[in-house]
Nanobody, 122 residues
Framework: QVQLVESGGGLVQAGVSLRLSCAASGRTFSVMGWFRQAPGKEREFVAAIGWGRGNTYYTDSVKERFTISRDNAKNTVYLQMNSLKPEDTAVYYC?????????????????WGQGTQVTVSS
C-alpha cells in the first residue's frame, strides 16, 4: 500500500524559508510533485521532479524561489521554499505518479499525501 507522509509546514513571516518533506512508502514512482490549495481556490501545480535525470518543473509564480529535490534512496521529495510571500499561503500536497506527461494536472497523479499547512503572514 502506498503512503505519502508530509512534514515541514508552519506559520512564518514573509521573506523567510521553509522546507517541506514527503516520504513515500510502498513503491517508487517516476515523478514526485507538489501541489497547493488556497482557501476558495482550486488545487494548483507547484513543482515536480523526475526519477532518472531529476528533471524539474515549476509553475511560474515559484520559479527562482522554490526548489524541488528528491532523495531516491529514501524515496523522499523535498520542496525548499525561499522568500515566502503571503500569496504562498495554502495547504501543500505531495503527489506521485508513474506517468511522464501532463505533470501539471491533478488527474495525472495516482496518490496524494494528507497535506501540510503553510501560512505566510505579512
Amino acid at each position: 500500500q502506498v503512503q505519502l507522509v508530509e512534514s515541514g509546514g508552519g506559520l512564518v513571516q514573509a521573506g523567510v524559508s521553509l522546507r517541506l518533506s514527503c516520504a513515500a512508502s510502498g513503491r517508487t514512482f517516476s515523478v514526485m510533485g507538489w501541489f497547493r490549495q488556497a482557501p476558495g481556490k482550486e488545487r494548483e501545480f507547484v513543482a515536480a521532479i523526475g526519477w532518472g535525470r531529476g528533471n524539474t518543473y515549476y509553475t511560474d509564480s515559484v520559479k527562482e524561489r522554490f526548489t524541488i529535490s528528491r532523495d531516491n534512496a529514501k524515496n523522499t521529495v523535498y520542496l525548499q521554499m525561499n522568500s515566502l510571500k503571503p500569496e504562498d499561503t495554502a495547504v501543500y500536497y505531495c503527489a506521485v505518479t508513474s506517468r511522464l506527461s501532463r505533470l501539471t494536472t491533478t488527474a495525472t497523479y495516482d496518490y496524494w499525501g494528507q497535506g501540510t499547512q503553510v501560512t505566510v503572514s505579512s
